[in-house]
């Protein structure tokens, strides 16, 4: 199994559509939870950031964690075309100099 | 905003040829960082650097490959002896605590022929 699975997609909505994007894990230890907005030929881009188990919520944008089941979201209300990137979720375990482990990324498409 | 930058935006080599990738992380940082992005896969893990020294490095960091912080501002990235395989998107990040939030340069396009 690996250590972060996420559907590549394309995922396409309509515009004003809320979007879910999601990621499963099979290392308890991970601790950090993370999503990232890639644009085409550029860095990563840190969109959320959230400890343990939980919501978290900026603006348009909510991260939820389910430690229990191993599983990670986010959510993207109102969507834009401006929102259409790839998404990457992206974690790391309790220690400070762990690696942060990357998810290979959903496209996402939002249709104007 | 404070960023990570990255030079070149694109380096084209030839096999076996040495190439040094160059990153000015964000100048309160002390955590630094190189991952790498071959075309249509995950970004992946290569090596992390604190405290002058390397914290951790994945098994794609071999001996061909090395990292240095010369003075107090650049962080770099040498391939000795560069392979087909090493074509790739090379991206520098920092952070300024270990953990905490990555910031991502742009990126550098390494093509090797």
């Known amino acids: 199994q690996k250590e972060v699975e996420q559907d590549p997609g394309p995922l396409s909505v309509p515009e004003g559509a809320i979007v879910s994007l999601n990621c499963t894990y099979s290392?308890?230890?991970?601790?950090?939870f993370m999503w990232y907005r890639q644009y085409s030929r550029k860095g990563p881009e840190l969109l959320m950031y959230?400890?343990?188990?939980g919501n978290k919520e900026d603006g348009r944008f909510t991260a939820q964690v389910d430690k229990s089941s191993k599983y990670i979201s986010l959510f993207i209300r109102d969507s834009q075309p401006s929102d259409s990137a790839t998404y990457l979720c992206?974690?790391?375990?309790?220690?400070?100099?762990?690696?942060?482990?990357f998810g290979k990324g959903t496209r996402l498409h939002i249709l104007p | 905003e404070p960023e990570v930058t990255q030079t070149p935006s694109h380096q084209v080599t030839q096999m076996g040829q040495e190439v040094i990738l160059r990153c000015v992380p964000i100048?309160?940082?002390?955590?630094f960082y190189w991952y790498r992005q071959i075309l249509g896969q995950k970004v992946e893990f290569l090596v992390s650097?604190?405290?002058?020294?390397?914290?951790?490095k994945s098994e794609i960091f071999d001996d061909q490959f090395s990292v240095e912080r010369p003075d107090g501002s650049n962080f770099t990235l040498k391939i000795r002896s560069t392979k087909l395989e090493d074509s790739a998107m090379y991206f520098c990040?920092?952070?300024?605590?270990?953990?905490?939030?990555?910031?991502f340069g742009s990126g550098t396009q390494l093509s090797v022929l």
């Open positions: 992206a974690m790391s375990a309790a220690n400070r100099d762990d690696k942060i482990i």
């Open positions: 290392n308890s230890a991970f601790q950090y």
């Open positions: 959230t400890y343990s188990s």
């Open positions: 100048s309160n940082h002390l955590y």
């Open positions: 650097f604190y405290n002058n020294e390397i914290s951790e």
């Open positions: 990040a920092s952070a300024a605590d270990g953990n905490e939030k990555l910031f």
